[in-house]
């Protein structure tokens, strides 16, 4: 599937990797060796400024704010070659994840989103509730006063909502005389009165996120994204791009660890043989490759479905359950063959295994995914084989 590439997408992973060699290596080997030291603001602003400069940072953006718009095809074959670079630096490349922000018009599109595609501001996603003893009784709802949503509720793992400026969260609107009800997605700002943040933590492949409190916190009906009623589809929406995101870098990263675990055995071991020599090691070797292979074929599959247009909701939990999936059997493997230094910490193996580890959480947790194709399938008749 990768390699019946269009001309034009060909020549768009060649330009990503000689950029990724060019201007990210660079800067990547400057950086302090710790993985999980924060990446300092000036090397932020190189990466955006460089990427600007070669086109990078507007593929994912959409043409109205000066985007390329590039196609979901296009934007995997680039999420591919940039996670396959393992750097730390790559997911400054790209613009925004916009998600249902697309939909933002009028005043919240010159207030939010006009200036989070310039990297003025910065926001976070709200859609998961606490689970658990503490778990309030209600799902975060909200009703209607005037010109204004009064919403109530808790938002549990806001990722990178510390640094945010404005949030985008999931509500229950309830029905009134005023108008209908049902979930919306709503932005909300950080400094509205009765928005708190009541715990802040990380997660051990290094991403920092924050729970949400709000207490008839009131925003403006203007900052709904869409329509009240729409706010599932227009989640969904959020999520079915990161989750194809999310396949692309679990993919991306099966290569890279290919790619470390091939120069290993290949290398010379203490033992006087190379590792790869030993029939036991080119089993497992093998399955690395098989696996790495299947998910490719998947993640290409997909994205070119989705490109088409088509309907595809339930090939893209499918892809993520199964390249998340794989990348965390494959990372395992790298590990064994690659034995204890993979261990120590700040080895990219270990951040790796961690990375991986998330992704079958992330974006919808792998079992959820799965009760999600069985439905497609048994409800909607929806999915391809
Ligand atoms: C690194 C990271 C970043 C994240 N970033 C964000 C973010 O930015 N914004 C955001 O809103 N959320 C975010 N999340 C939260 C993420 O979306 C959730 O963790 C995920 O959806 C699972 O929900 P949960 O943790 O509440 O687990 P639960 O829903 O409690 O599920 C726990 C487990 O129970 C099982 N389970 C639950 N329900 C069922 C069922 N009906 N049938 C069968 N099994 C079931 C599954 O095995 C599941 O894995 C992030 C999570 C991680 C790990």
Redesign the pocket.
């Known amino acids: 599937m990768p390699e019946s590439l269009t001309p034009e997408l060909l020549k768009l992973q060649t330009g990503v990797k000689s950029f990724i060699e060019e201007e990210l290596r660079p800067l990547d080997e400057g950086l302090d060796g710790d993985p999980y030291a924060p990446i300092p603001d000036q090397v932020r602003r190189r990466v955006r400024e460089t990427s600007e400069a070669s086109g990078l940072y507007g593929a994912s953006l959409p043409s109205d704010v000066g985007g390329l718009e590039s196609g979901p095809l296009a934007l995997v074959v680039i999420r591919e070659a940039l996670a396959e670079c393992n750097s730390r630096l790559a997911r400054f490349v790209l613009g925004p994840r916009l998600g249902a922000l697309r939909a933002a018009r009028g005043e919240a599109r010159k207030r939010f989103l006009e200036p989070l595609i310039r990297g003025e501001i910065a926001t ?9 003893t503490d778990a309030p009784q209600r799902p975060t709802w909200a009703n209607r006063d005037g010109e204004e949503l009064v919403i109530t509720g808790r ?7 510390g640094s945010a400026d404005f949030f985008t969260v ?1 509500v229950n609107v309830d029905e009134d005389d005023a108008g209908p009800g049902g979930a919306a997605m709503v932005i909300v700002e950080k400094d509205t009165p009765g928005l708190s943040i009541t715990r802040t933590f990380a ?1 051990m ?1 290094g ?1 920092s ?1 924050v729970e949400l409190a709000l207490e008839k916190v009131r925003t403006p009906i203007s900052n709904v994204l869409g329509e009240i009623g729409q706010g599932m589809p227009r989640a969904m929406d959020t ?1 079915g791009e990161e989750r194809l995101e999310q396949a692309a870098n679990a993919t991306g990263l099966m290569l890279w660890a290919v790619g470390l675990v091939t120069q290993h055995i290949t290398g010379p071991h203490r033992s006087g043989r190379r590792l790869g020599d030993l029939e036991g090691v080119r089993m497992r070797y093998a399955d690395m490759r098989i696996e790495t292979y299947a998910a490719r074929s998947m993640l290409y599959r997909t994205a070119r479905l989705v490109d088409s247009g088509d309907a595809a909701i339930n090939e893209v939990m499918a892809t993520k359950v199964f390249c998340s999936e794989a990348a965390g059997r494959v990372i395992d493997q790298a590990v064994q063959l690659v034995g204890g230094q993979a261990l120590v910490v700040g080895h990219p193996l270990e951040h790796a295994y961690r990375r991986v580890r ?11 995914l ?2 999600g194709v069985a439905r497609g399938a048994i409800e909607f008749e929806a999915g391809r084989l």
């Open positions: 976070a996603f709200a859609f998961t509730e606490p689970s658990g938002k549990s793992y806001v990722t990178n909502g999931l997660s492949e991403g996120h999520i998330s992704m079958r959480l992330s974006g919808g947790a792998s079992d959820i799965r009760l």
